[in-house]
């Protein structure tokens, strides 16, 4: 994932450094959520904040269709809308969020419409 228009929440950030002191067990990575809040009047992608802990219009969350490791430092984690979810959107945002159901990043971008007769899948890379 590009790191243009994207952030580490703040509650990520937080989880990261509680498990690095062993004081918690760093939650799953499980699912990614999709919204249209992503972009402003013009259709130019908004800067996410890190203070944020939901998307600014969440369509739809949904179970990671799975995940793998293209080296070391990288997981990449999948998720494919079928014909049927959000047919007729636009999707101009997403994020990650863990089994605590905290959204740990958000990414915006340029709207991408969902036809009824098309799956998407969208990738995003957690990057060490």
């Known amino acids: ?4 228009n994207l952030v580490i929440t703040a509650k990520a950030r ?6 690095r002191a062993g004081d918690i067990t760093l939650p799953a990575i ?5 919204g249209d809040g992503g ?7 908004i800067t996410p904040s890190s ?25 990449r ?4 809308l079928t014909t049927s979810e959000l047919a007729g959107e636009s999707i101009s945002e997403l994020g990650l969020y863990d089994s605590n159901d905290d959204l740990v990043c958000i990414k915006t971008f340029t709207a991408k419409g969902k036809d009824a007769d098309i799956e998407l899948t969208f990738t995003v890379d957690d990057e060490f």
């Open 1 to 4: 994932m590009s790191a243009t």
């Open 14 to 19: 937080e989880n990261l450094v509680k498990a």
């Open 30 to 34: 499980v699912g990614m959520a999709f």
């Open 39 to 45: 972009v402003d009047a013009g259709g130019n992608p």
């Open 51 to 75: 203070s944020a802990t939901a998307l600014n219009h969440q369509l739809l969350r949904k179970v990671v269709s799975g995940h793998t490791y293209p080296n070391a430092t990288t997981c």
């Open 77 to 80: 984690y999948t998720c494919t």
